[in-house]
């Protein structure tokens, strides 16, 4: 590759899909659009991995000055190794779920005049995610996470149910409120430092940490990013807009929306406030762990409850937050490694369970768990896909989901709190109950004629393969851990690292 192409590959992550979105207002062409929408997420993939295996070897972070302002003065994207294995996970889940060709509004949830409005949101959706991961702006982040948050309401109000657009009103209504907490507190540490350079400021605020403006500023950030994380209890916007999204939306939002925020609560904590001040200082474990245990319970039991498909894995997705939550709370590099993977564990599994419902409700003629009555017998690698995709969310050995867990169990062992271990192994019990209510319905219950539906015929091959390339990598990355567990043990190392010399208070 040319070092004059290579020395822009940090910007080309965002100006790829930012350029190729309005093209496809311009151009209604539903093939067009398609192609031009994979194409441009599958090149922002290609130039993330290039990033990755960049910082890899180099072990050096990527740093790069828009229009040749240096900062503080200018904005500067910076690619560590932590935020180049993000950008990866969400652009590969992007692409994949963008392959996956919806038959039928049951599954689509759009109609044929809106495909390309709605590819014009997936890619700005995707360019204000990837922004937000590249920036070492703290402003900057406010703004790509606006350019998602609107991306996002568009595509899930773009839906055919009503109940879409009711969806997509409170989870703007939501979103702006963090939204507003996290550009207040970036407001008042702007107000204490005089920069919204993310290493100025952590190099500034020993100075000014006695000031009452840092710790309110502080709260306000961790506000807004819970509200962004669906944190438990600040989660009530995700299950009805997981719900009535369109099957793309649904399954590229569950995979990658809640990683982002929670890649920016890491760099937050540890590159800008310093792990000192945070847990030692402010006390944040005390309200993040105790949160974090009620989300993997109460999350969990709700799902429990769904007959919809499509908001049992909405309510699971709460409790798998809390997973990640959990790892960032116990303060140790194991269970740090454990949420840190867990981004990508659960982002391609949730997306693919996403998916795979998607293409079983086309062919079982709706979303509830009653509808699946049969599915073993009538769509037996449609329903394994499932299977698979609810053993990761379990966590059982050999899944992707284990690699998570197990060491989310020795972060707990590591930190003296063997029942913090205890909590994690029963909420996967209760993990168990939610899956099988589905597996039960598919083994041992006979199909239902359903009026209206198709009763026979095989789900297409571009709705089954994109599902199944996310749920294999559950199985695979389960086995096969380094490139994903590697990677996030050295990004922890670095962020630890990072924190401990110099920018904590």
Not at 11 to 31: D, E, F, G, W
Not at 115 to 128: K, M, R, S, V
Not at 302 to 313: S, V
Not at 423 to 445: D, K, N, P
Request: net charge positive.
């Amino acid at each position: 590759m040319p070092s004059s192409l290579q020395q822009h590959l940090p910007v080309l992550t965002v100006l790829v899909p930012m350029l190729a979105a309005p093209l496809c207002v311009l151009i209604p062409n539903r093939a067009f659009t398609r192609v031009l929408a994979i194409l441009a997420s599958a090149g922002s993939f290609a130039v993330a991995l290039a990033l990755l295996a960049s910082v890899r070897e180099s072990g050096v972070p990527i740093h790069y000055a828009l229009g040749g302002w240096a900062p503080p003065l200018g904005i500067e994207l910076r690619i560590t190794l932590l935020s180049a294995f993000v950008i990866a996970t969400i652009t590969f889940i992007s692409t994949v779920v963008l392959a996956f060709e919806a038959r039928g509004l049951s599954a689509s949830g759009l109609p044929e005049s809106r495909l390309n409005l709605f590819y014009a949101a997936y890619l700005l959706a995707l360019t204000g995610l990837v922004g937000m991961v590249a920036t070492n702006d703290l402003f900057n982040v406010f703004v790509f996470l606006e350019i998602s948050s609107l991306a996002s309401y568009s595509m899930i109000s773009l839906g055919k149910d009503r109940r879409a657009l009711v969806a997509a009103y409170s989870y703007l209504l939501i979103g702006t409120v963090g939204a507003t907490f996290y550009l207040l507190g970036v407001g008042l540490l702007y107000q204490v430092t005089g920069t919204l350079n993310m290493l100025d400021i952590a190099a500034r605020l020993p100075e000014v940490a006695h000031l009452r403006s840092v710790a309110v500023g502080f709260v306000f950030l961790m506000v807004g990013l819970f509200i962004k994380l669906a944190v438990f209890p600040l989660h009530q916007w995700l299950p009805n807009a997981y719900t009535h999204a369109p099957a793309k939306a649904a399954a590229m939002l569950a995979g990658t929306a809640t990683k982002v925020s929670y890649y920016v609560l890491l760099r937050v904590i540890f590159t800008v406030f310093g792990a000192a001040f945070v847990f030692g200082q402010l006390g944040l474990a005390r309200v993040l762990l105790p949160l974090s245990l009620l989300a993997m319970f109460v999350g969990s039991a709700a799902a429990i409850y769904q007959t919809d498909l499509r908001r049992l894995l909405a309510y699971s997705s709460i409790a798998q937050v809390g997973y990640m939550t959990l790892g960032l709370s116990l303060q140790n590099a194991d269970a740090l490694t454990g949420g840190v993977v867990h981004l990508f564990n659960h982002g391609v599994t949730k997306s693919g369970l996403f998916l795979i419902v998607a293409a079983m409700a086309t062919r079982a003629g709706g979303w509830s768990v009653d509808a699946m009555a049969g599915a073993a017998k009538s769509m037996p690698i449609a329903f394994g896909g499932f299977v698979l995709g609810g053993l990761s969310l379990i966590g059982v050995p050999g899944t992707a989901g284990f690699v998570s867990k197990w060491y989310l169990v020795r972060g707990a062992l590591e930190a003296g709190k063997p029942w913090v271990a205890f909590l994690i192994l029963l909420s996967s019990m209760l993990a168990v109950v939610y899956v099988w209510r589905v597996v039960e319905a598919g083994f041992f219950q006979e199909p239902q004629a359903r009026e209206g539906f198709e009763a026979s015929g095989r789900i297409p091959l571009n709705m089954l393969v994109p599902a199944g390339v996310l749920l294999l990598a559950s199985l695979v990355f389960g086995i096969w851990t380094e490139p994903t567990l590697g990677t996030a043990a050295s990004a922890v190392e670095y962020l630890l690292s990072f924190s401990n010399s110099g920018a904590s208070m």
